[in-house]
C-alpha cells in the first residue's frame, strides 16, 4: 500500500511535481478562504484566463524561463487595472472584471496563435505539472512564501476589512490598499497554480477546498485551517491518481476537489437534518 503512495516520487520530474503540488495546497486554500469570504469567486475566474497574453509573451520573447514572470506581471496589470477602474462607482464591480477579464483573454488567445514556436503553449490551459524545471519551482516557493507571509502579517486587518470597513477606516486601516493587494495577491496564487492545474482549473484550487471548509466552519482561522488541510489532501491524491491512471493531473485534481465538495456537501446536510429532526422531537417530548 506505501508504494502506491510513494512510486509516483520516485523521479526528479516528479519530486519537483509533488513540491509544486505542496505548496500550491497550501496557498491556493488560503487566498481562496479570503476570495471567498469577500465574494470574489468571479475574480478568480478572469484572473485565470487573462494570463495567458502574458505566458505568451514571456515566453516569446525570452523563452520558457519567462513564463511565470509573465504571467505574474499580465495578472498584477489585470489586479491594478481593475481596482482603478472600480473606484468609478457608476459601474458595478463585477461589470468592470468582466470586461477587462475579456479583454486580456481575446489578447491572451491571439498573442498564443501568433507565437512562433515548435512548442504547443495550450497545455498552460490545463496545467503542465510534470514539465517543472527547478526556475519554475524557486520562483513558486518564493511567491508562495511571501504571500503566506502577508496573509500571516495582516490577518486582523484583513478580518475587519472584508467584515467592517467602517469600523476598519476607523481603526486606521488603508481599506483601499488592502483590497489592491488582495488583487494583486490573487494574481500571485493564480500565476503558483498555473502549473498544476492550468488557467481553465485554477479557480477550483482557490474556491473549492475553502467552500468545502465552510459547510463545518464559521471562524475565519478555521476556515482557513481546514481549508489547507482538504486543498493539500485533495492535490497529492490527486497527482498520486493522476499517476497511477495515466490520467491529466490537473483535471484529476480538478474532479477531485469537487466529488469532495459533493460529498461533504452531501455529509453535512444530512448531518444537518437529523440534528433538526432530533431537536425537534426532544421539543414534542418536552
Keep these: 500500500m506505501i508504494h502506491w503512495f510513494l512510486d509516483p516520487f520516485q523521479s526528479d ?11 500550491v495546497g497550501v496557498l491556493a486554500p488560503v487566498v481562496g478562504a479570503w476570495i471567498s469570504l469577500r465574494r ?3 475574480m478568480g475566474d478572469a484572473m485565470s484566463h487573462s494570463l495567458l497574453g502574458g505566458v505568451a509573451i514571456g515566453f516569446a520573447w525570452f523563452g520558457s524561463a519567462a513564463v511565470l514572470p509573465g504571467a505574474l506581471v499580465a495578472g ?3 489586479a491594478v487595472t ?3 477602474l472600480s473606484q468609478n462607482r457608476r459601474i458595478a464591480h463585477d461589470s468592470i472584471i468582466a470586461v477587462v477579464g475579456s479583454g486580456m483573454f481575446a489578447f491572451g488567445v491571439l498573442a498564443l496563435s501568433k507565437v512562433d514556436t515548435s512548442v504547443s503553449l495550450t497545455h498552460f490551459l490545463f496545467g503542465q505539472l510534470l514539465t517543472v524545471n527547478t526556475v519554475d519551482l524557486w520562483i513558486t516557493v518564493v511567491l508562495t512564501v511571501a504571500s503566506l507571509f502577508f496573509v500571516w502579517f ?4 484583513l478580518k475587519f476589512a472584508t467584515f467592517d470597513r ?5 481603526l486606521g486601516i488603508r481599506v483601499q490598499r488592502l ?3 488582495m488583487l494583486i495577491l490573487l494574481a500571485v496564487c493564480v500565476v503558483v497554480c498555473l ?3 492550468g488557467t481553465v482549473l485554477t479557480v477550483s484550487l482557490l474556491i473549492t477546498p475553502a467552500a468545502t471548509s465552510r459547510l463545518f466552519f464559521s471562524r475565519v482561522a478555521t476556515i482557513t485551517f481546514g481549508a489547507i488541510v482538504v486543498g493539500l489532501t485533495e492535490v497529492v491524491l490527486g497527482f498520486i491518481i493522476s499517476y497511477h491512471a495515466n490520467m491529466a493531473p490537473g483535471p484529476t485534481i480538478t474532479l477531485l476537489t469537487t466529488a469532495v465538495f459533493i460529498a461533504a456537501y452531501i455529509a453535512q446536510f444530512a448531518t444537518s437534518d437529523r440534528t433538526y429532526v432530533h431537536h425537534t422531537h426532544e421539543h414534542d417530548h418536552h
Design 179 to 181: 483590497d489592491a493587494a
Design 154 to 157: 495582516k490577518f486582523d486587518d
Design 195 to 197: 502549473s498544476t492545474v
Design 166 to 170: 467602517d469600523h476598519a477606516t476607523q
Design 13 to 23: 520530474f516528479s519530486q519537483r511535481a509533488g513540491l509544486v503540488c505542496l505548496m
Design 76 to 78: 498584477i496589470f489585470m
Design 40 to 42: 470574489l469567486a468571479y
Design 82 to 84: 481593475i481596482h482603478l
